[in-house]
């Protein structure tokens, strides 16, 4: 599992992920057979807003994940584990999913980007 970047790119110091998302990304990468490579982790407000992240994102509050998808196969392969493992909020882009475990938010939601 490759969590490089984790902590906020802007350089602010922000690396808040939850230990539970990291286990449950751990768990993704047992079950799926694919290599979990987090394209974008912890977020600084001032960052999120700088990538156009949503308002309520759960990214600063080190709840959510971006894991990098080379296929088609591998997307399936990490959705289906996700749900698996109980995540239950899962954005789907070109060439990421994103996951977060942000109870504060509406639950059972998948959407695209």
Partial sequence: MNLEKKACPC???L??????L???LAQIENWSDVSVVL?????????NAKVKGARNSAHPR??????????????WN???AAI??????IGVGD??????IDNTLTPSRMWTY
Avoid: P, Q, W
Wanted: glycine residues 12%; proline residues 0%; hydrophobic residues 35%.
């Fill in 84 to 89: 698996a493992v109980g995540i239950t909020r």
């Fill in 22 to 24: 990291i286990r449950l």
């Fill in 39 to 47: 394209i974008s982790g912890s977020r600084c407000e001032k960052y």
């Fill in 15 to 20: 690396d808040n992920m939850s230990e539970d």
């Fill in 78 to 80: 990490i959705i289906t």
């Fill in 95 to 100: 060439m990421f999913v994103h996951l977060d």
């Fill in 11 to 13: 350089g602010c110091g």
């Fill in 62 to 75: 080190g709840l959510a994940g971006d894991i990098f998808c080379a296929s088609s196969k591998d997307r």
